[in-house]
């Protein structure tokens, strides 16, 4: 009894913290899915799901069932029409997950500021599913199940490359052997999207990375915050701390 009312209380504190914050809907959907990857088969942590060939069995029924196979999509739309929306909020690994969640929390909270939270919440879930859309039209005979936020992901980065080209982030680049270095947006992120681009040029048909359907939600993202906000209303802004790379589809 005293295990549930200490849970409870720190659920509460979580959601009122959440509420709070400028930007409740980027960390309310970190949480969710944090919340629902713990509960998955994906984590390891629900004994349910049981353990060995059981729980990689239980891995590839969940990920069929909430993702994105493009064969099932276009086969069969009515039934599998909601799962580019599922696909969002389901994560194939620990490193999946902490990747997409870290960049979602150092460029989501500025970009739903800018757009306010229902308009953020539209365009984040709509980019998120155009790019998983895209990407299963451009591989329309995989049977592969494609889960993840990456789409959405790099849809806030490429609004964010709009909205705050000035802002400096911090990167961790590899040939300085991991140290951090700060430079503007407009250097980091366009990086970061040639990175994509070369990387889905050498990509197999096999599961792996969807970089293209990173492709398509930074080129919609950018596209969409240059329609929307227009020149006029680009930000200048505080310096920002962010890492450098992406993780899963």
Same mark, same amino acid.
């Given at each position: ?28 959907? /970190? ?44 086969? %069969?739309?009515? %039934?599998?029409?909601?799962?580019? #929306? ?66 959405? /992901? ?31 947006? &407009? ?6 999207? #040639?990175?994509? &681009? ?17 492709? /398509? ?13 227009? %020149? ?18």
């Amino acid at each position: 009894m005293f295990m549930i009312s200490a849970w409870s209380s720190a659920a509460g504190r979580v959601l009122r913290a959440v509420r709070s914050s400028p930007a409740p809907l980027t960390y309310g959907l /970190i949480g969710l899915c944090c919340l629902l990857f713990v509960l998955g088969p994906a984590s390891g942590l629900t004994p349910g799901y049981g353990t060995g060939d059981a729980l990689l069995a239980a891995q590839r029924v969940y990920f069929r069932r909430w993702g994105v196979v493009p064969a099932e999509l276009f086969a %069969r739309p009515v %039934r599998e029409a909601l799962t580019p #929306a599922t696909a969002l909020f389901v994560h194939g690994s620990w490193v999946h997950l902490l990747g997409n969640m870290l960049f979602l929390f150092v460029f989501g909270a500025m970009t739903e500021e800018r757009m306010g939270r229902v308009e953020f919440t539209l365009f984040y879930v709509g980019c998120g599913c155009l790019a998983l859309l895209g990407y299963a039209a451009a591989n329309a005979t995989s049977k592969e199940s494609l889960v993840g936020a990456s789409g959405a /992901i790099s849809a806030v980065l490429g609004a964010f490359l709009y909205l705050f080209p000035r802002a400096r982030v911090t990167s961790l680049l590899p040939f300085l052997f991991f140290l951090p270095v700060r430079f503007p947006a &407009w250097v980091v992120l366009p990086f970061w999207a #040639a990175l994509q &681009w070369a990387a889905a040029g050498q990509t197999s048909a096999g599961p792996g990375v969807a970089y293209l359907a990173h492709l /398509i939600g930074f080129g919609l993202g950018f596209g969409y915050a240059w329609v929307r906000y227009g %020149r006029a209303t680009r930000v200048s802004c505080a310096p920002a701390p962010a890492p450098e790379g992406e993780n899963q589809p």
